[in-house]
């Protein structure tokens, strides 16, 4: 197989695959979810549910205690690089945009390359330090699953091979980019069978929370 | 919990399985966070505490029969199922290292309300025989006595009897159409009958009518720490049948934080049916009062005082404001310690850790972080609103040889009323 003819299988047959698999897995996922059901709750009512469930989706972005934040900055803090860089290298990235522009039909502005290229390497940078403390910390070393593992693994690959390609590191282009989107293809067929699914389950799981807590007249 | 087996432990927890937990299962990541909002895990520096590990085995078996994927490898048989000799190992992480305080809840970054989950852990752990002793004796002095404590009648009318001859003031037991059905906790009733005497002089001093059913007294559900909804069922339905019998507005929940949990916000789902009548916290009633202007108080407290936050109150209740406003009426030099309010650490001991012998170890280290909250204070009294609270404090300050009482908001209230003219007449 030439390099071209691999970039064009990843590409095309691939791909599409992956995404039909990523798609179909999302939807059974939720669907799961959301078919088990919950009470409704009888107890007199001192705020909106509705109310708390929003609140709480965004303010769970910030911490909510400083003090377990001390305890746990080096998670949050590179948490946060790598989840907020992920999120600008795959939406605003001119390519990726322009990716997105042919499956949806409409497009928007990038963000300039360099900085996208910054991002992407404190992204990896955040991720290894991230495994690092997963493999050495005898908290999360004790919590951790092989599923954490993967999850890293499947992520990681396509930030790495998506910065090779961009600066054409050891391989000829044609082949980074294949394995770029192979990797994704990768990521994607693995995404809704694992907890990397937290992606749209966070937003159920704060509406849920949130909203329990503002029916009882808590503030999250 | 006659015949518990591993099959009905299982089953429980099948039906405690709901749309929220498994978004919450879906969600976690293993990220720890968890476990540095929990007590158990911070004093003892051991993981096997982080909250959402207290929940494997519900979410291994939430895993191999909710989802896909799980049921397509228990099928191919490359899931391990649940044990008994399993559920054995988590009862002590369950019960012994969990005072459902809900720090956790409050911190995870993905929105995961670990508390509830591990509240519907418990029915699995009891139905399946997995429950400690001491919480078994207290469910069933409930169901069979009315109290965890063995706490009878009687001594309720003893009491009522001293204050009484201390106050002047008659306990008006099974009154019907009364504004109040005051509940109480054993505790409050062995330990600390202050709180008695305290409601009976502001009650009467705000000239509200209110009673004590001598058929439902007890405050505490603990149906509800052991994880048996039946019983917990039982208990609530209880209180609710006094409550309609008496025809009263407003059921009290005294100082204690998850009795306050127990009724307020899961008796109706316990029950299936809303309440006719209203429950609050003594605090709220208190702030209430206050509000009404029927609350007049005189003096200040010399002393530095400072405020410990019942866990069920602010976190899992929303009740954060009335007891502040409340001190600020008798205080004049009060400091709050350090992460109160809503993330207050909670005392170690609730959630039915205190009812169980063999966790005495535990509370106890659990207690070193209230220690080090109080030692960045220095003040002369700790105030709470919870006779658990207050008795894990009591012994843990004891046990440290500091010599700083804790006393009942509630308590302190009544010491400034301001008395009452004879000429105005009671009521």
């Known amino acids: 197989m030439t390099s071209a003819e691999f970039l064009m299988f990843a590409r095309g047959p691939m791909i599409q695959v992956a995404g039909f698999v990523f798609a179909l897995g999302l939807l059974v996922r939720l669907v799961e979810i959301l078919m088990l059901g919950r009470s409704e709750n009888l107890a007199e009512k001192r705020g909106s549910g509705f109310q708390g469930g929003l609140r709480t989706i965004i303010s769970r972005f910030f911490p909510a205690d400083q003090n377990t934040f001390k305890r746990s900055a080096v998670t949050v803090v590179a948490g946060y690089v790598f989840h907020v860089g992920l999120f600008f290298i795959i939406f605003f990235l001119t390519p990726h945009i ?5 499956l949806v039909g409409f497009s928007w502005p990038a963000l300039s390359t360099p900085i996208i290229d910054f991002l992407t390497v404190l992204a990896l940078i955040a991720m290894v330090v991230l495994l690092w403390r997963r493999l050495t910390h005898p908290l999360l070393k004790f919590l951790s699953t092989g599923e954490d593992f993967i999850a890293w693994t499947v992520t990681f690959l396509p930030l790495l091979t998506g910065y090779m390609s961009y600066h054409h590191l050891l ?8 394995f770029h989107i192979a990797s994704v293809a990768l990521f994607l067929v693995v995404f809704p069978f694992t907890k990397l699914m937290h992606t749209f389950t966070f937003f159920l799981a704060r509406w849920y929370i949130g909203s329990m807590a503002g029916e009882k007249g808590v503030r999250q | 919990m006659t015949h518990a087996t591993l099959e009905r432990g299982i089953n429980a927890l099948r039906e405690q399985i709901d749309a929220p937990v498994a978004a919450f299962f879906n969600s976690c990541v293993n990220c720890g966070i968890c476990a540095e909002a929990c007590l158990f895990y911070t004093e003892s520096g051991n993981p096997v505490y982080t909250p959402i590990h207290k929940l494997e085995p519900m979410r291994r078996l939430w895993e191999q029969e909710y989802t896909l994927v799980g049921r397509i490898r228990k099928m191919l048989g490359l899931s391990k199922a649940i044990t008994d000799e399993e559920l054995r190992e988590w009862e002590e992480l369950v019960y012994d290292g969990c005072s459902l305080c809900g720090r956790c809840s409050m911190v995870c970054p993905v929105g995961n309300d670990i508390t509830y989950m591990l509240r519907k852990m418990r029915e699995g752990m009891a139905a399946s025989g997995n429950a400690p002793e001491g919480l078994i004796g207290a469910t069933t002095r409930a169901v069979k006595l009315g109290s965890p404590m063995g706490v009878k009648v009687v001594a309720l009318q003893a009491q009522a009897k001293h204050v009484k001859n201390d106050t002047g003031l008659e306990i008006p037991f099974d009154k019907e159409g009364a504004d109040y059905m005051v509940l109480l906790s054993s505790m409050e009733i062995i330990n600390y009958p202050e709180y008695l005497a305290a409601i009976a002089r502001i009650l009467d001093q705000a000239g509200k009518s209110w009673t004590v059913s001598t058929e439902a007294f007890e405050a505490t559900n603990a ?3 052991i994880g048996v909804s039946d019983i917990a069922r039982e208990l609530v339905s209880r209180v609710v049948a006094a409550a309609e019998k008496l025809k009263v507005k407003t059921i009290v929940s005294p100082e204690c934080g998850h009795a306050y949990t127990a ?9 299936g049916r809303p309440f006719a009548f209203k429950v609050r916290h003594i605090v709220e009633v208190l702030d209430e009062l206050r509000k009404e202007g029927l609350l007049k108080t005189e003096g200040l407290e010399e002393d530095h005082l400072t405020f410990h936050d019942p866990c069920q109150l602010v976190r899992r209740g929303g009740v954060v404001d009335q007891p502040r406003n409340l001190l600020k009426m008798v ?5 709050e310690m350090e992460d109160c309010g809503q993330m207050n650490w909670c005392c170690g001991a609730g959630g ?3 009812a169980n012998e063999r966790a005495d170890e535990l509370r106890s280290k659990a207690f070193l972080r209230k220690k080090s909250q109080l030692d960045k204070l220095n003040v002369d009294t700790i105030v709470t609103a919870c006779a ?13 040889e500091m010599e700083i009482p804790v006393v009942g908001l509630t308590e302190m209230i009544a010491d400034h009323l301001v008395v009452k003219e004879q000429s105005e007449g009671g009521t």
């Open chain 1, 98 to 102: 322009a990716l997105f522009k042919h």
């Open chain 1, 171 to 178: 391989l000829p282009y044609n082949w980074l980019l294949g």
């Open chain 2, 223 to 225: 149906g509800i720490q």
């Open chain 2, 263 to 271: 009724i307020r916000w899961e008796g109706p789902n316990l029950i």
């Open chain 2, 331 to 335: 205080s004049q030099n009060f400091s």
């Open chain 2, 352 to 354: 039915g850790v205190s």
């Open chain 2, 388 to 400: 658990n609270c207050r008795i894990q404090l009591e012994e843990g300050l004891e046990e440290h």
